[in-house]
T-cell receptor
Framework: GAVVSQHPSWVICKSGTSVKIECRSL??????MFWYRQFPKQSLMLMAT?????????EQGVEKDKFLINHASLTLSTLTVTSAHPEDSSFYIC?????????????FGPGTRLTVT | AQSVTQLGSHVSVSEGALVLLRCNYS??????LFWYVQYPNQGLQLLLK??????LVKGINGFEAEFKKSETSFHLTKPSAHMSDAAEYFC????????FGAGTRLTVKP
């Protein structure tokens, strides 16, 4: 149980285009989903927190107009990187917190490798 | 704000030797603490978690960690390293959201 999927697992796009990454909780409902970015040989940095049906909360320094987050349902959140540039190339990981979790807990997706050429 | 600090960005051990990965936390409230492992180009796999129950927590793959409030530590150990343990390890603290340490790369020498 508690499986989180991400799609695609890797994507290559041209500079200036937009790319959408999906994060799904497959066997549970998630009130909250988180998006992280991980540069090579570095730790995970929280980008934003999204709650179903409300606007995402972005961490300081993360451009909300560039990284659009939509949490349309209790099982799906999407991250759209708009007008991507090579510096946006990174490993993007989402996580989901179960709706019924009595303990703070998150389940992580397998990540999406974005390469912008 | 809650945070964790991992001491040592790289640890190298011989196969069969003790593994010790250090993590210290900072929290004004009793923390929830986690250890994750990440293999190249993969997501995070939960090794174990501390949620204010037993201070010695046993996880998967023979790993365990001990919560020591007096030392604000949550170090990860494994008695005998295996080649397959080579990976990146992250300590994390959970509050309103999860904050990760910088990570420790474990290398296992044959």
């Amino acid at each position: 149980g508690a499986v989180v999927s991400q799609h695609p697992s890797w994507v290559i796009c041209k500079s200036g285009t937009s790319v959408k990454i999906e994060c799904r909780s497959l066997d549970f409902q998630a009130t909250t989903m988180f998006w992280y970015r991980q540069f090579p040989k570095q730790s995970l940095m929280l980008m934003a927190t999204s709650n179903e049906g409300s606007k995402a909360t972005y961490e300081q320094g993360v451009e909300k107009d560039k990284f659009l987050i939509n949490h349309a349902s209790l099982t799906l959140s999407t991250l759209t990187v708009t007008s991507a540039h090579p510096e946006d190339s990174s490993f993007y990981i989402c996580s989901a917190r179960p709706r019924t979790s009595g303990v703070y807990e998150q389940y992580f997706g397998p990540g999406t490798r974005l390469t912008v050429t | 704000a809650q945070s964790v600090t991992q001491l040592g960005s790289h640890v190298s051990v011989s196969e069969g030797a003790l593994v010790l990965l250090r993590c210290n936390y900072s929290s004004s409230v009793p923390p929830y603490l986690f250890w994750y492992v990440q293999y190249p180009n993969q997501g995070l796999q939960l090794l174990l978690k501390y949620t204010s129950a037993a201070t010695l927590v046993k996880g998967i793959n023979g790993f365990e960690a001990e919560f020591k409030k007096s030392e604000t530590s949550f170090h990860l150990t494994k008695p005998s390293a295996h080649m397959s343990d080579a990976a990146e390890y992250f300590c994390a603290v959970e509050g309103a959201d999860m904050r990760f340490g910088a990570g420790t790369r474990l290398t296992v020498k044959p």
